[in-house]
């Protein structure tokens, strides 16, 4: 069996998540005018489909070295000709006191980082009818201690979001009460 080669397995983590892949037209048209905003946003895979949608897109992360580190070898994608609509922002996002305004945001990306403390902060910056897409972990290895607990994601959003999809997988062992969850949010109208 043949092994990738280095070059194959940085593009290959440059594969975005099926989620963003699915929804990124949707979640693209209603940010309208205002930034996309990728939370913890890694190398930069999921932000390159809003990239080559032709969006703003806002990158935070608390080290962007793995976005850096992609630069190279995205000649051939469409990040690099919508370079002017990147923004790259040092956010630690344990710590950091949150950095967008309310109503600023077209549409948010959570994948594979999950810390409910920002979920109050998501909801003041999303804009009216944008889009929150939100995804988990998967429940690989010990990685179900980091998981939420059945609902409890769908109940954080639900007061102000209209849940366009929502999936929960069980994982872990059989008296843990973890799931995975991929999720498609849409802001409601916020009262003027």
């Known amino acids: ?14 594969k975005p ?6 929804f990124a037209a949707l979640v693209a048209e209603s940010a309208g005018d205002k930034p996309i905003l990728d939370v913890a946003c890694g190398s930069g895979r999921n932000a390159n489909v809003f990239f080559g949608l032709g969006c703003d897109v806002i990158c935070i992360d608390k080290d962007l070295n793995g976005f850096r580190s ?25 710590s950091d006191p949150w950095p967008f305004g309310a109503n600023s945001i077209g549409g ?20 009216s009818k944008g889009y929150l897409l939100l995804e988990t972990v998967s429940g690989c290895g010990g990685n179900y201690v980091q998981l939420p607990k059945a609902g409890e994601i769908r109940s ?15 994982v872990g062992p059989e008296k843990c009460d973890a799931v995975t969850v991929q999720l498609l949010a849409k802001r409601r109208t916020i009262p003027a």
Request: contains cysteine; positive net charge; glycine residues 2%.
């Open 1 to 14: 069996m043949k092994r990738p080669n280095v070059g194959e397995q940085r593009v290959k983590r440059l």
């Open 17 to 22: 998540s099926a989620l963003v892949q699915r």
């Open 70 to 94: 992609v630069e190279p070898i995205i000649d051939h994608a469409p990040l690099r000709s919508a370079t002017p609509h990147l923004c790259l922002r040092r956010v630690d996002l344990m």
């Open 108 to 127: 948010i990306l959570n994948v594979h980082f999950l810390l409910p403390a920002l979920f109050p902060f998501f909801e003041k910056s999303l804009k």
């Open 156 to 170: 954080a959003f639900e007061k102000a979001f209209d849940l366009e999809f929502y999936k929960e997988r069980k």
